[in-house]
Structures are given as structure tokens and as C-alpha cells.
């Protein structure tokens, strides 16, 4: 399987942090079934604030690329009378 240009690490995906949390959440509820509807709000709370972080980050790093891909361009487009 050919590698793509830019590997970002795994545990940046949002699938990856969607499929974790209901991993961690399920064993949660497994030793604590009593408490399984606030174990699920609270996970799910947390999840939320996980991917929009990751978002945010994927977001600027984005952008930041952009920009430096510009920089050179717009220098040598300055640089020209």
C-alpha cells in the first residue's frame, strides 16, 4: 500500500479518537453498569471536546502549510518591478 505525501500520526484521526472512546467507554460501563447513562454523557462530552481540539489543530496545520507554500510565491512576485 503506497504511503500518502504528508502521514499524519494515527491517533490525530477523528475516527481514531470516535472508535477509542467508545472503546474506553465500553469497558467503563462494564464494571460500572450502575452508572451507565452518566459514564455515556460524560464520555460522550469528552469525545466532543477531542475532536474539536483535533479539528482545530488539523484546522491550523492546514493553514499553515498554505502559507508557507505561498511565502516563496508571493516574495518572488514582490521582488519583480
Known amino acids: 500500500m503506497p504511503q500518502s505525501p504528508n502521514p499524519r500520526p494515527r491517533w490525530t484521526s477523528r475516527k481514531f479518537i470516535m472508535a477509542m472512546s467508545a ?3 465500553a469497558l467503563i460501563v462494564l464494571f460500572w453498569p450502575g452508572q451507565e447513562q452518566a459514564i455515556i454523557e460524560a464520555a460522550t462530552s469528552v469525545t466532543s471536546l477531542l475532536v474539536i481540539l483535533a479539528s482545530s489543530l488539523g ?3 492546514s493553514e499553515a502549510m498554505i502559507d508557507a507554500r505561498r511565502l516563496p510565491r508571493d516574495l ?6
Not at 76 to 81: C, V, Y
Request: aromatic residues 8%; hydrophobic residues 35%.
Open 59 to 61: 484546522y491550523v496545520a
Open 76 to 81: 518572488g512576485q514582490e521582488a519583480k518591478p
Open 23 to 25: 472503546q474506553v467507554t
